[in-house]
């Protein structure tokens, strides 16, 4: 993946500046036929926009409740199957390519240009094409889904 991230700050006069200019290089993968770039983060909410840490170099394993990522995700055709449920509410955009999004057995398909909101349910991104689809996800903290007084925890 090649992508490109500017984040703007201010000098100490408080003018508009550009911080970073910079291609990506924190790519990881976490299975087969997958890879993201986390672009930024935020440790509190509201975010902080004078901390002058760099927003892509923090532990985003694991997500506590004032957190907040921007991630850049590829998945190449076959991607590994991975069912799971975030604490989290995703804005996502498929960027480029198609993919399935399967929930508890129920298959949407989604195209370029397509945006989903994730709400805390449990879903895996299926590949069945033969070009790789690229997704940003912006992920904001969330209470887990308690129905019936059974709290549908994150996992996976």
């Known amino acids: 993946m090649k992508i490109r991230r500017v984040v703007t700050g201010h000098d100490p006069q408080g003018k508009a500046v550009v ?37 892509n170099t923090r532990d985003v394993s694991v997500l506590q409740k004032t957190d907040t990522v921007f991630r850049i995700v590829q998945y190449d055709p ?29 298959t949407v398909h989604l195209n370029q240009g397509d945006v989903i909101v994730q709400r805390g349910t449990i879903h895996n991104w299926i590949n069945h094409g033969n070009v790789p689809c690229v997704i940003a996800f912006i992920l904001i903290a969330a209470n887990p889904v308690n129905l019936d007084h059974q709290t549908l925890q994150a996992h996976g």
């Open 78 to 106: 076959g991607v590994a199957p991975r069912n799971h449920r975030t604490e989290t509410i995703d804005y996502a955009i498929v960027m480029s390519g198609s993919i399935d999004m399967d929930l508890d057995g129920t």
């Open 19 to 55: 911080v970073h200019d910079e291609m990506c290089s924190n790519i990881i993968s976490r299975r087969p036929q997958h890879h993201s770039i986390v672009v930024w983060s935020t440790g509190q909410f509201p975010v902080d926009n004078q901390d002058p840490a760099n927003g």
